[in-house]
């Protein structure tokens, strides 16, 4: 009897909900947003337990009736009283209400497929400049659009002091600046005729890793070619820094199609200790550049 009773118990036990509520939050963090907010009907228990999850992971394809991110944000404005953490964003239209105060909690941000509204008359454009607790921010296939029918060229500002991983990936800006004193992680992939990086200031960075999207031979000619050289030097100039660097199939393409420059051109990677190149066959002339200005005296270089 007494053990028929006790496992009538154990049926009607909720082991699930018994769980401390820093625990189902975090469970609820590893599942999509919409997924997490359907708990809500399982009790009255589970009623507003995703709303204290610390991760928000949306899909503008989630929701058919939502194009952009202010009717998001309407939507959710509990967000402005919570801890909120983490905000992953893919296909959303992100208008100024973006930049508000309500997400100055925020260590991670990841958009993908985005449109970044940068206003009218913004030429310096800070998108992530409320966001001071960032330490983790990527970028991939994101654009900058206004509304104006001027073609001036709009540069793109990421400051970030406590900023320590960056990744943009074909994010499409006229120009982008980066400070970010404390970054340790720094990958950049873009397309070769696309070189936009003007000014960085990374003291700390200890791993860059840099690539571009593979070109056809000869691709590059006249003075399109000299205007790319100049910028490409500028941008190993900016990583300096970097303890770690690989390179991609297409970046040593292009230095390739600069035949016997880069025997004079004095290497800036002072700290250099591991060089990582990803292609079949590689210059001697381009691995001399990268490992003749280092301070180390047997840097590791690594052929993938």
């Known amino acids: 009897m007494n053990g028929s009773k006790e496992t009538g118990k154990e049926r009607r036990c909720d082991r699930l909900s018994d769980l401390p509520a820093p625990v189902i939050h975090h469970i609820l963090s590893f599942l999509d947003t919409k997924l997490a907010v359907q708990t809500s009907v399982l009790s009255r228990l589970w009623r507003f337990a995703w709303k204290h999850v610390p991760v928000l992971n949306f899909q503008q394809s989630y929701f058919q009736i939502y194009s952009s991110f202010h009717r998001f944000s309407d939507l959710f404005g509990w967000i402005s009283s919570c801890n909120l953490k983490t905000l992953k964003l893919r296909g959303f239209y992100l ?3 973006f930049r508000s105060p309500r997400f100055r909690m925020l260590t991670t941000l990841k958009l993908v497929t ?10 310096v454009f800070e ?3 409320n966001f001071p607790c960032l330490k983790h921010l990527v970028v991939a296939d994101c654009l900058c659009c206004d509304d104006s029918d001027t073609n001036t060229q709009r540069r793109i500002k990421i400051h970030g002091l406590e900023l320590l991983s960056l990744k943009l990936e074909c994010a499409v800006f006229d120009k982008i600046d980066i400070y970010a004193p404390k970054l340790e992680l720094f990958s950049f992939l873009d397309y070769v005729a696309c070189i936009r990086l003007s000014d960085l200031s990374l003291p700390s960075l200890d791993y860059a890793d840099i690539g571009f999207h593979k070109v056809k031979q000869g691709f590059v000619h006249g003075e399109k070619k000299e205007l790319i050289m100049l910028r490409l030097i500028s941008m190993f100039q900016c990583l300096q820094n970097a303890k770690s660097l690989k390179l991609n199939g297409g970046i040593l393409q292009l230095m ?3 035949h016997g420059v880069w025997e004079d051109q004095p290497s800036p990677f002072t700290r250099l200790k591991s060089l990582i190149l990803d292609f079949e066959s590689v210059r001697y002339e381009h691995v001399d550049y990268f490992l003749k200005g280092s301070s180390s005296t047997s840097p590791n270089v690594e052929f993938i």
């Not at 985005?114 to 030429?123: I, K, M, N, Q």
């Open 127 to 129: 998108p992530f400049s």
């Open 256 to 258: 390739s199609e600069f």
């Open 95 to 97: 208008d100024i209400g």
């Open 114 to 123: 985005c449109l970044v509204a940068c206003g009218d008359e913004e030429v």
